[in-house]
């Protein structure tokens, strides 16, 4: 059985930094693109970020460019979402992902309906 289990999610100050994991069971990951997506209240779920299987190609979202960064260690099967310059506006659920097939979202891609694992998301409040 395939488990996404995130962590790290928080309360943080605007202009704050937080770090969220992705543990991946079940199966092994490291051949596949991994992504973050995030859903605030009364909003529909969006694309954050996403990494192709050895890590080379990285794919984001506008509004987080230049301030977030993803990562992933396949020794571990686990993928990383650094986050720095927090703003209010990130302030959602953030959902760790993986396709079920290798060739979906492969190159990283955003869209929704190439992900088939979700893990149970993680709060991350900015306040400001």
């Known amino acids: 059985q395939v488990q996404l289990v995130e962590s790290g999610g928080g309360l943080v100050q605007a202009g704050g930094s937080l770090r969220l994991s992705c543990a991946a069971s079940?199966?092994?990951?490291?051949?596949?693109?991994m992504g973050w997506f995030r859903q605030a209240p009364g909003k529909e779920r969006e694309f954050v970020a996403a990494?192709?299987?050895?890590?080379?190609?990285?794919l984001y979202a506008d509004s987080v460019k230049d301030r977030f960064t993803i990562s992933r260690d396949n020794a571990k099967n686990t993928v990383y979402l650094q986050m720095n310059s927090l703003k209010p506006e990130d302030t959602a659920v953030y959902y760790c992902?993986?396709?079920?097939?290798?060739?979906?979202?492969?190159?990283?891609?955003?869209?929704?309906?190439?992900?088939?694992?979700w893990g149970q998301g993680t709060q991350v409040t900015v306040s400001s």
């Open positions: 990494v192709s299987w050895v890590g080379r190609i990285t």
């Open positions: 992902a993986a396709p079920m097939r290798p060739w979906s979202a492969n190159p990283p891609r955003p869209n929704t309906n190439e992900y088939d694992y």
């Open positions: 079940g199966r092994t990951f490291s051949s596949y693109t």
